[in-house]
């Protein structure tokens, strides 16, 4: 179990680095290459000293020996010279292509999710928190990110630095070889261990920032409630207390730092100097030459930063594993199912629900309901929050599939119809619609590309919207949720509104969809959108009588179930549900109250 | 955010100083900070020289003589280095950390002093990354990048000074090299920063792209707008790779370029100083120091470009806080006011007056924006105690404008609103906000129990009373049906609860707080009719013995009100009772018979 986990998470990881590839080998080698190249200029370094500084001719290749001191410096010096130039080119190939890597990896990443997430149905969507979704793709994608681009390529290159040079190390000299790296496996040893044990304390500073955040959040949104009760001091008090204890865990880890680099450092000197005392002597006994030696202190001291920072590499390593199960969690849900030979239906034909029941987790919602909307014609739905009236919509557009039951429009069953055409045909309005980011005509227009504006003003005519636009000082190009133009939630639902309108789609379907517009502007609308909705098939859900009373037939939800039917009228005059409600909206129900 | 605003890469001293009042309580730290890397860099620059040491004196005169007292030589750098790195890590850490926490408290103290107008326009997302993010990248900057802006500069110059005396000539190879370096640094750095800008732009368009594609999820499905998204979305991550990849690209000509300054410098150096040893001016230790030099120094000046460009980039982020901590609210209590009521933190409660809850509208003028349309001008009303005041008219028609002014969420431009016949200017705001029980049209709750939400309408309030509250408003319903009764958690801002449970909630605080002013703004528009019912049942006695205020679109609740005021336009068109108000047959009537009798006519 556990390793399926893991090859699915390896599974993501390659999948995604497939358009990285080229670009990571690439800068991989580079970074071999730039290594090597660096423990080359040292050598060099090394053989000058030696064999030009202090005469130690006996190395010589043979087409070097014989010449004089003053040329081989100058060859020598030319030599370092050309390995930095080299070492120029190599670092620029290397420190491109690695974010070249790193961009397109985490570039496929991002598509695929947003993709999946698009794909996903409905009842995905309402069953998990949005809120945490986004922080999943974006912050859960960003260590991934940095897994790859920054600790498994630092890890990789340390481990070939700490290979390279152990062999160039040992190749020159075994015993003080062992002394240099000695320290290697002890500092790595520590630093693990430290991080290993620092964790805990890192999850424990997130969730207090967490508490704090929170605090200051509800504060902010919450302002009004906080100045109109008069509670800035308990504000404040509950402020103090989360503030000071995230600021106590962060100086609780601080000191656990600044001990642990103390103490790295104090390893780290303790190692160049024990590699200075028995390089001397080796020196003096004239065991290594002075250009051995000198390299020996550079290659300790390139090694001590490396090292060091590998530990903490190491467990940071390990947290990757949390963030890529919370992506899988996305990327394993199931996406919509399309129907594998989709039928085209006249969607302007007669809607039929027949016998549909559904439950919500497990919580029946609609039981056995029936009804039949003639094309063209006006159905209102009446209910109660909670009636299942909302229910309706959402099956006709199939964003759910009935338990029992089926739906058909112009003889088709929903089911047997391709999800996109389907919806584009039953135009939805939810009662919290949701605005993009994008001026107010781009909003108007999103499912319709390539409406002209005066399309645009026309169904912003119809959804009553145009004087609340010209009160914005960009008007129609007024940008959505920006700072300081944050609409109503009634501008809002009338936005959406005009959204629909302009589809022009076949049948439209408004769920309470007027609820926060005031009385008269819900009348003002209602009277027009007969006549904008065309030929439509239109459906009215609502919780105001108002709404629904022009409708050509009215259904009562009530626990869902149809309780009654018919016109307004009927409904008026059979004293029911219906009447009652319309008693205690209009106020006239002073008896009513006394009942109820 | 620093994304959006285009501000000059340039630094500038003035919004620092503004912040100087909050960071001076941390000095100690700040110069321990900086006392202890000073010394970090005479180490520093001291250790290779000691290195160098052993090559002249002990491996080319071929003896061991003296090095046990080298070793010990040796050691004490290491246990001054030692005490002064964990000085410095110590005094850093507590540095970002306490600033840090300094920062956030000034932030938060200012946001609970400042007036609505400053929340009208400003978003709560923006103040919260002020007061979280922004402060923190803030304290990291003083604790962290500042004393190493500070090290480096004594480390480069040390350095210099050691190699001039070693061997002048010598030094000069690297001295020459350093204008070079320095221009390179900042041509490079303009550049990156920059493109490093655009970078985070893309990225918060991506932030936005994901929260567009998952809370308008339920919306782009319900209109198939699933794969049109999904291609902008594409577009976005495209512009964002294409971003990182060209700052990439910068970065890998300028990290390179000056790595390879350095050992260009180091193989100058070997050439010039090899032909010194042969010709026996200069040791090999002392040339060996040179390459360390060499080697090191470049890398030094890439480091501390990066520092003093970080803080350039984090300037806009010093500017927004500044800003935000030296705010002044419009509204604030005069000295005189502050010293006999106190303010909002500490109240000297033992000078408050009873309030009776008498509100007296005194030709009162009002505007929001400077030079914008009035939306009272020369206004009177008396509201004696315990009457209602009723406030209909259009969604956006400015409604909440008489509110705003009774609670002194703004005050007047002309005239005065007077409460128990005294100016409200003459007392404090805690003092008129501790008699106000108010309820909002969106309920907002606070983390924590469904018990802790309606004492927040009163803290000293017991069990029995809190639970009594609820019941007087049918909220204890909510209690029963949970498991954990009145200890529920809510959730964040009342998340786990519906709309319509958070608005009865919200109004048992209202009732607990024992108002003496009651204000219903559009409180029963997120409810159904039969809550609506029964708040109105549950209210009714509250009512008609505390001065409430009702904003309402819909008619029904409003009949019994003692006044009426129907505004349209931010304008007060029609003041009286609703039979007077039906007689005259004017913009309330019409109101009333659209919403009441369009049923009859349906």
Known sequence: MKKDNFKKKAGLLAHHLRPAASAFALGISAAILATLLRTLFTQIIRFTVDTVLLGETGALPAFLSGRNAGMLLTLACTAAAVVALLEFAVGFVQDSSLPKGSERFVKSLRDALYTHIQRLPYSWHVQNPTGDIVQRCTSDVEKVRSFIADQVLELMSTIFLIAVYMGVMFSMNVRISLVAMAFVPVIIAYSVIFFGKIAKHFTEADEAEGELSTVVQENLTGVRVVRAFGRERDELKKFREKNKKYTDIWLRVGAMMSNFWTLGDLLSMSQVLCVIVLGVHMCVSGEITLGTYLAFVSYTRQLTWPVRSLGRVITEMSKVGVSLDRLLYILESGEEVRPAAPQSADLRGEIRFEHVSFAYEEKPVLRDVSFTVPGGSTLGILGETGSGKSTVALLLARLYDPDAGRITIGGVDVRDMDQQTLRRGVGVVLQEPFLFSRTLSENIAIAREGATQEQIEQAAQDACLTHAISEFKDGFDTVVGERGVTLSGGQKQRTAIARTLLTGAPVMVFDDALSAVDAKTDEAIRTHLREAAGDATLILIAHRVSTLMQADHIIVLEDGRIVEQGTHAELLRRGGTYARVAAMQSGTGEEVSARG | ?602
């Open chain 2, 1 to 602: 955010m620093a994304e959006h605003d285009n501000k000059k890469a340039s630094f500038s001293l003035r919004p620092w100083r503004k912040l100087w009042p909050v960071l001076r309580q941390r000095r100690w730290p700040l110069i321990g900070a900086i006392a202890s890397n000073l010394v970090l860099a005479v180490t520093d620059f001291y250790l290779p020289l000691l290195q160098a040491e052993v090559v002249d004196a002990f491996i080319l005169a071929g003896t061991l003589a003296g090095l046990g007292n080298y070793v010990m030589r040796y050691l004490l750098i290491i246990a001054t280095e030692l005490i002064a790195l964990r000085l410095y890590f110590a005094s850093c850490m507590r540095l970002e950390m306490l600033s840090g926490h300094d920062l956030r408290e000034t932030c938060f103290v200012n946001l609970q002093k400042l007036s609505l107008d400053y929340y009208n326009v400003t978003s709560a997302g923006h103040s919260l990354s002020r007061t979280m993010s922004d402060t923190d990248r803030i304290a990291s900057m003083i604790a962290w990048v500042f004393p190493d802006i500070i090290w480096g500069f004594a480390y480069i110059l040390g350095v210099f000074a050691v190699m001039a005396r070693m061997s002048f000539s010598l030094a000069m190879t690297l001295i020459l090299l350093a204008p070079v370096v320095t221009l390179l640094t900042v041509y490079f750095q303009r550049r990156l920063i920059a493109l490093n800008r655009e970078v985070r732009a893309q990225h918060s368009r991506i932030t936005a792209g994901y929260n567009e594609g998952i809370m308008g999820a339920k919306t782009s499905k319900t209109m198939a707008l699933e794969d049109r998204l999904t291609r902008e979305f594409e577009e976005t991550t495209g512009k964002a790779a294409r971003a990182g990849i060209l700052h990439g690209r910068m970065r890998a000509i300028y990290v390179p370029l000056i790595v390879c300054c350095g050992a260009m410098a180091a193989s100058a150096t070997l050439y010039r100083g090899g032909r010194m040893v042969l010709s026996g001016t200069l040791s090999i230790g002392v040339l060996s120091a040179f390459t360390t030099y060499a080697l090191s120094l470049f890398q030094t000046f890439r480091q501390q470009a990066n520092r003093i460009s970080q803080m350039i980039s984090q300037q806009a982020c010093v500017e927004r806080v500044a800003d935000l901590i030296t705010e002044v609210p419009t509204v604030r209590d005069s000295k005189e006011v502050e010293a006999r009521y106190g303010d909002c933190f500490h109240p000297k409660m033992e000078n408050w007056e009873e309030m009776c809850g008498e509100v007296d509208f005194d030709d009162v003028s009002f505007h929001y924006v400077e030079g914008g349309e009035e939306v009272l001008s020369h206004f009177n009303l008396h509201v004696p105690a315990g009457a209602t005041v009723a406030i209909v008219g259009e969604t956006g028609a400015g409604k909440s404008t008489l509110v705003n002014l009774v609670c002194r969420f703004f005050e007047p431009t002309g005239g005065r609103v007077l409460i128990d016949g005294r100016d409200v200017r003459e007392r404090s705001q805690l003092w008129l906000h501790s008699h106000i029980g108010y309820v909002l049209q969106e309920p907002h709750l606070f983390s924590g129990t469904i018990r802790e939400n309606i004492r927040y309408g009163r803290p000293d309030a017991t069990d029995e009373e809190v639970e009594a509250a609820a019941r007087a408003v049918s909220a204890d319903r909510i209690a029963a049906k949970l498991p954990k009764g009145y200890e529920t958690d809510v959730g964040e801002c009342g998340d786990k609860l519906s709309t319509g449970e958070k608005q009865l909630i919200s109004f048992a605080r209202a009732v607990i707080a024992r108002p003496k002013i009651f204000v219903l703004d559009e409180a029963t528009s997120s409810v159904d009719t039969r809550t609506e019912q029964m708040i109105q049942q549950a209210t009714h006695t509250l009512m008609s013995t505390t001065t409430s205020f009702v904003i309402a679109h819909r008619l029904s609740t409003i009949r019994q009100a003692d006044v009426i005021l129907v505004i349209d336009h931010g304008k007060i068109v029609e003041q009286g009772t609703h039979e007077s108000l039906l007689a005259q047959r004017g913009a309330y009537y019409e109101l009333y018979t659209t919403q009441l009798s369009a049923q009859e006519r349906g």
